[in-house]
């Protein structure tokens, strides 16, 4: 595996970390801690499970386990009622601790074993492992901030009726190489 890898996954975290922000500000305080049922999540709660889980998997990644003793995962899923402030600060808590490892982690360190639950992992595995559950989440913030905000919802990506004129605008642009997040860069909103 090449830096190219540890580029591309770094950008691709990057991403789902702005659509969950992006999600965030369409929504009130309230709408941040409101379930749809007691078996459902709310925000808050899906915020609270991201951060204790990034911060368990990527803190001291190469001489502790990645679930780590003082995490308490069953707690990330009681109801919480943070203020936004709170809520925002978890969230990037944990962000920062997992960007932060891949800023630090070199090709070299890809095929090293880590553990997570005595289970071991190349670092990639471990990284891929993450970037299918991460988005998982952030997937279901989105979905209930479309549900909450119904139409006046802001669309994150390609807005409903403007399929063509995107891919208009993407293929009258010459073949060049380009990662699929860099269009949707905090720099370039």
Same mark, same amino acid.
């Given at each position: 595996?090449?830096?190219?890898?540890?580029?591309?996954?770094?950008?691709?975290?990057?991403?789902?970390?702005?659509?969950?922000?992006?999600?965030?500000?369409?929504?009130?305080?309230?709408?941040?801690?409101?379930?749809?049922?007691?078996?459902?999540?709310?925000?808050?709660?899906?915020?609270?499970? $991201?951060?204790?889980?990034? /911060?368990? *998997?990527?803190?001291? =990644?190469? &001489?502790?386990?990645?679930?780590?003793?003082?995490?308490n995962r069953e707690a990330e899923f009681t109801v919480i009622n943070p203020g936004r402030a709170e809520l925002i600060e978890r969230w990037?808590?944990?962000?920062?601790?997992?960007?932060?490892?891949?800023?630090? $982690?070199?090709?070299?360190? /890809?095929? *090293?074993?880590?553990? =997570?639950? &005595?289970?071991?992992?190349?670092?990639?595995?471990?990284?891929?492992?993450?970037?299918?559950?991460?988005?998982?989440?952030?997937?279901?913030?989105?979905?209930?901030?479309?549900?909450?905000?119904?139409?006046?919802?802001?669309?994150?990506?390609?807005?409903?009726?403007?399929?063509?004129?995107?891919?208009?605008?993407?293929?009258?642009?010459?073949?060049?190489?380009?990662?699929?997040?860099?269009?949707?860069?905090?720099?370039?909103?």
């Open positions: 595996m090449t830096s190219d890898y540890l580029e591309s996954v770094k950008k691709q975290f990057a991403y789902y970390k702005i659509l969950g922000e992006k999600t965030f500000a369409q929504l009130t305080d309230e709408q941040l801690n409101w379930q749809y049922n007691a078996e459902s999540n709310s925000i808050a709660m899906i915020v609270n499970h $991201l951060s204790g889980n990034m /911060l368990s *998997r990527w803190t001291d =990644i190469f &001489n502790a386990d990645g679930e780590k003793e003082w995490r990037n808590r944990g962000w920062e601790c997992l960007l932060g490892v891949l800023e630090q $982690l070199t090709a070299d360190d /890809l095929d *090293r074993i880590i553990y =997570i639950r &005595n289970m071991g992992h190349t670092v990639a595995e471990a990284i891929n492992r993450q970037l299918a559950h991460y988005p998982y989440h952030v997937g279901q913030i989105v979905f209930i901030g479309k549900m909450l905000c119904n139409e006046n919802w802001s669309s994150l990506s390609i807005p409903r009726g403007k399929s063509e004129a995107y891919n208009a605008d993407k293929f009258a642009k010459e073949k060049h190489r380009e990662h699929f997040t860099d269009e949707f860069s905090d720099d370039k909103n």
